[in-house]
Each structure stands twice: as C-alpha cells, then as structure tokens.
C-alpha cells in the first residue's frame, strides 16, 4: 500500500512540476496550509481549532 501512495505522490509531483500553471497553483495551496497551520499553533485549544481547519476545508471542497 505504501508503495503505491509513494508512486501516485511521485507522478503527482512530476505532473506539477512540469505544468508552470500546477506549480502556481500548488504553491498557493502549500501558503494556504501553512497559514491553517499557524491558526491552529496560535490558537489555545488546538483539537477545537484544527477541527474548525478542517470543516473550512470540506466546505470549500463542497463549494459552500
């Protein structure tokens, strides 16, 4: 299984890497996962604030 997650993860990395317009977009995605990332640190209680994190993620995925 690992294998596998590990090929899929290379070939997703060759593809946007090779795509000017993937690697913009990818960039984006990693400031917008480290901005999650410092929310979640500052907050006091971080289970409660990652949660939140992650409810913003799935309704944005859902288009709400």
Do not use: S, T
Request: proline share 2%.
């Amino acid at each position: 299984m690992a294998f596998l997650l590990r090929h899929i993860v290379r070939y997703a990395a060759q593809k946007i890497a090779a795509d000017p317009v993937a690697r913009e977009q990818a960039a984006r995605a990693a400031r917008g996962l480290v901005k999650e990332a410092k929310q979640i640190a500052a907050d006091e209680d971080r289970a409660k604030a990652a949660g939140r994190a992650v409810r913003r993620a799935i309704n944005k995925l859902q288009g709400n």
